[in-house]
C-alpha cells in the first residue's frame, strides 16, 4: 500500500518500520524527529498525504491533530483512509472524522496500548472507530502493527474505548501500590502480599503482569528503577482526557478524578515527571497518614 506516515516519535518510529519491512511503501514527515530507515523523506504532512492510499498520523494530542488534519485533508486522495493512532480527546477525533467525510474520505480513530516495547515488535492493539469499509480497508496494516484490532463502532470509539480502559489502569495502580504500602506499615512480607493478593480476588493487571514492587512478581519497570514502562506523565494525560470526557458527556467518575489528581500531584508536584507510572508505590511508601 502507498502510505503516508506523520508524526515518528517514539511511537511512530517504529510502526512506520514495522511497515516498510513488511513491504510496503512509506512516506514520512516529521519536523523534529530523524526518519526511520527505509522511508521516503517528504517536505511537509500535507506532501506525505498526496497520493497515499492510507495517512497514518501519530502525534501528540487533539489540537496537533486537528492541525495537521486540516494541513492534510485537502490533498488526499478521495476515498483515502486518514487513520489516527494517537490517543486524543473523543471530540477532536469526531471533528476530524466529520472533516474527512466533507473532504470526500474516510477517518478512523484507532489509538494504542502496548506503548514503544509493543511498537517495535509489531504487537500493539488498536481500538478502533470509524466506518465498517475503513476499518476493513486499514486491517492489513493492523496486522502488521499489532497483534489485535477492534472495531469499537462509529466515530470516537476507539478514543472512548482508551480512556475508560487507562482511568481502570491508573485507579487500579494506586489501589494496588496504597495497598503494598499499608501491607509494608502492617508488617506483611511483600513476596506473600503477591502470592495471596495474584491469585485471590484483589488480583488485577497491576499486580500480576506488572508488579509495582520490585523484586515480587514478573519482571517489572519496578525491577528497572522505575524507568518506564509507560511514564506518569502519559497516564496523567489520560486521565486528564478521560475527565474531559465525562465532563462532556456526564458521567459521574469520582475515583478517575482522584486518580488525575493524584497523578498531577505526582507529576507536577513531586519527582513523578519521567518515572514510571508504578512508581507512586515509592511515593506511598515515604508519606504517613493525612501528610
Ligand atoms: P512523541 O512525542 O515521541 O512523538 C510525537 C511526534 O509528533 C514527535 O516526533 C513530534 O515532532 C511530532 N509532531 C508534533 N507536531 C507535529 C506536526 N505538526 N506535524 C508532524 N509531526 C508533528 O510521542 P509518542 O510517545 O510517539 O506518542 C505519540 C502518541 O501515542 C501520543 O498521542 C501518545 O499519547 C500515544 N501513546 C504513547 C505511548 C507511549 O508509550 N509512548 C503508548 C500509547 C499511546
Same mark, same amino acid.
Do not use: D
Given at each position: 500500500m502507498r502510505i503516508g506516515f506523520v508524526g515518528l516519535g517514539?511511537?511512530?518510529?517504529?510502526?512506520? =518500520?514495522?511497515?516498510? !519491512?513488511? /513491504?510496503? &511503501? %512509506?512516506?514520512?514527515?516529521d519536523p523534529v524527529a530523524p526518519l526511520p530507515e527505509g522511508l521516503r523523506p517528504a517536505?511537509? =504532512?500535507?506532501?506525505? !498525504?498526496? /497520493?497515499? &492510499? %492510507?495517512?497514518?498520523?501519530?502525534?501528540?494530542d487533539g489540537p496537533v491533530l486537528c492541525a495537521v488534519a486540516k494541513e492534510i485533508l485537502p490533498e488526499m486522495s478521495p476515498g483515502a483512509v486518514l487513520l489516527d493512532c494517537s490517543t486524543v480527546d473523543v471530540e477532536s477525533a469526531r471533528a476530524v472524522a466529520d472533516a474527512a467525510a466533507g473532504a470526500g474520505c474516510m477517518a478512523v480513530d484507532a489509538p494504542v496500548s502496548g506503548g514503544i516495547g509493543g511498537a517495535t515488535a509489531g504487537t500493539l492493539t488498536f481500538m478502533a472507530g470509524g466506518p465498517a469499509e475503513a476499518f476493513e480497508r486499514v486491517r492489513p496494516l493492523f496486522d502488521v502493527m499489532g497483534q489485535k484490532a477492534v472495531h469499537c463502532g462509529d466515530a470516537g470509539a476507539g478514543q472512548a474505548?482508551?480512556?475508560?480502559?487507562?482511568?481502570?489502569?491508573?485507579i487500579t495502580m494506586i489501589g494496588t501500590c496504597e495497598a503494598f504500602a499499608l501491607a509494608d506499615r502492617l508488617g506483611l512480607d511483600r513476596q506473600k502480599m503477591f502470592d495471596v493478593v495474584s491469585t485471590s480476588s484483589g488480583y488485577s493487571w497491576t499486580m500480576n503482569a506488572y508488579c509495582p514492587a520490585p523484586g515480587v512478581g514478573p519482571q517489572s519497570p519496578a525491577d528497572n528503577g522505575y524507568k518506564p514502562g509507560f511514564a506518569a506523565d502519559l497516564m496523567l494525560k489520560d486521565l486528564r482526557l478521560s475527565q474531559q470526557a465525562a465532563e462532556a458527556a456526564d458521567a459521574d467518575t469520582p475515583l478517575g478524578l482522584a486518580a488525575m489528581?493524584?497523578?498531577e500531584t505526582f507529576v507536577e508536584g513531586e519527582d513523578g515527571r519521567g518515572r514510571d507510572f508504578s512508581a507512586m508505590l515509592p511515593r506511598f511508601e515515604k508519606r504517613r497518614r493525612g501528610a
Open positions: 517514539n511511537m511512530g518510529a517504529p510502526m512506520a =518500520a514495522n511497515l516498510v !519491512a513488511a /513491504g510496503h &511503501e %512509506v512516506t514520512g514527515y517536505a511537509s =504532512a500535507a506532501a506525505a !498525504a498526496t /497520493g497515499a &492510499e %492510507v495517512v497514518i498520523t501519530m502525534l501528540p474505548a482508551k480512556i475508560c480502559n487507562n482511568m481502570i489502569l491508573g489528581r493524584l497523578y
